[in-house]
T-cell receptor
Framework: EAQVTQNPRYLITVTGKKLTVTCSQNMNHEYMSWYRQDPGLGLRQIYY???????DKGDVPEGYKVSRKEKRNFPLILESPSPNQTSLYFC??????????FGPGTRLTVL | AQKVTQAQTEISVVEKEDVTLDCVYE???????LFWYKQPPSGELVFLIR??????QNEISGRYSWNFQKSTSSFNFTITASQVVDSAVYFC???????FGAGTRLTVKP
């Protein structure tokens, strides 16, 4: 079954404690993205990757890092989380025609 | 600038009513794709439709239909005879920089 997986699904942490949200896809798509979803703002792109070792900033990259060492994995790293990063995060893998397959989401709370 | 506007923040209808969700976009690209996604209360994002900029034919899929008008930069989504299961947040998106609208929350009451 074609899918995008994210872990963890829920996370409560404290300010400044580094965390990583993993994302993995089994569809062999080159293009992957991270989004955050906030009420009234829709989904905003944090970072995207067009292929292995190629990453670029989206609309809201501050406070986040990503890496793309292999095609299937695209982890999101928060080196020093802050309360304004409390959000619902989605990873997505994208086809060449732009259709995106989203992971189930990670709900992050930073206290 | 690339932009997607969903002016309707929330819509509430009674079951069996028809409802149209509006989407207006801005792009300088001549080739682009438009999408609609559904986010039910369970939270996952579900792909509904893709439309490319060269194809202005309307599309119908069961109770769902989409009206793409390049002249007005709109890509509206109509649900005919709405059902409670249609209750969700619906997002319109544009391939240019992968812009999403803010979403429209549709509530269908029994």
């Amino acid at each position: 079954e074609a899918q995008v997986t994210q872990n963890p699904r829920y996370l409560i942490t404290v300010t400044g404690k580094k965390l990583t949200v993993t994302c993995s896809q089994n569809m062999n798509h080159e293009y992957m993205s991270w989004y955050r979803q906030d009420p009234g703002l829709g989904l905003r792109q944090i970072y995207y990757s067009m292929n292995v070792e190629v990453t670029d900033k989206g609309d809201v990259p501050e406070g986040y890092k990503v890496s793309r060492k292999e095609k299937r994995n695209f982890p999101l790293i928060l080196e020093s989380p802050s309360p304004n990063q409390t959000s619902l995060y989605f990873c997505a893998a994208r086809t060449g025609l732009g259709e995106q397959f989203f992971g189930p989401g990670t709900r992050l709370t930073v206290l | 600038a690339q932009k997607v506007t969903q002016a309707q923040t929330e819509i509430s209808v009674v079951e069996k009513e028809d409802v149209t969700l509006d989407c207006v976009y801005e792009t300088r690209d001549t080739t682009y794709y438009l999408f609609w996604y559904k986010q039910p209360p369970s939270g996952e994002l579900v792909f509904l439709i893709r439309r490319n900029s060269f194809d202005e034919q309307n599309e119908i899929s069961g109770r769902y239909s989409w009206n793409f008008q390049k002249s007005t930069s709109s890509f509206n989504f109509t649900i005919t005879a709405s059902q409670v299961v249609d209750s969700a947040v619906y997002f319109c998106a544009l391939t240019s920089d992968m812009r999403f609208g803010a979403g429209t929350r549709l509530t269908v009451k029994p």
